[in-house]
């Protein structure tokens, strides 16, 4: 089990950046493929990447790709998700999570969840 907690969410401009964090706590955190999500008002959570424990491996989904970026630090028990060019379609509220295995891209394969961190769009 890690505990997750997700941090840099805000409030930004239609083209602008954001950087997430999320810390994890424990000891095997380099053992866990880490996913991101996000779910926005009325809608499922949707899938938006994730990285292979080495961190040689990124997938992302198509909504997103080619402007965020998923990256971690094994040393400091965390993974990013860099976000360029944000739109008001990006708005909703972004969770990491873990899981021990591969790459998977449905929620109900992720056994740990942070609680979650806003990031609004501005248009």
């Known amino acids: 089990q890690v505990q997750l907690v997700e941090s840099g969410g805000g409030l930004v401009q239609a083209g602008g950046s954001l950087r997430l964090s999320c810390a994890a706590s424990?000891?095997?955190?380099?053992?866990?493929?880490m996913g991101w999500f996000r779910q926005a008002p009325g809608k499922e959570r949707e899938f938006v990447g994730a990285i292979s424990w080495t961190g040689a491996n990124t997938y992302y989904g198509d909504s997103v790709k080619g402007r965020f970026t998923i990256s971690r630090d094994n040393a400091k028990n965390t993974v990013y998700l860099q976000m360029n060019d944000l739109k008001p379609e990006d708005t909703a509220v972004y969770y990491c999570?873990?899981?021990?295995?591969?790459?998977?891209?449905?929620?109900?394969?992720?056994?740990?969840w942070g609680q979650g961190t806003q990031v609004t769009a501005s248009s």
């Open positions: 424990g000891r095997t955190f380099s053992r866990y493929t």
């Open positions: 999570a873990a899981r021990q295995g591969g790459v998977r891209s449905t929620t109900a394969e992720y056994e740990n």
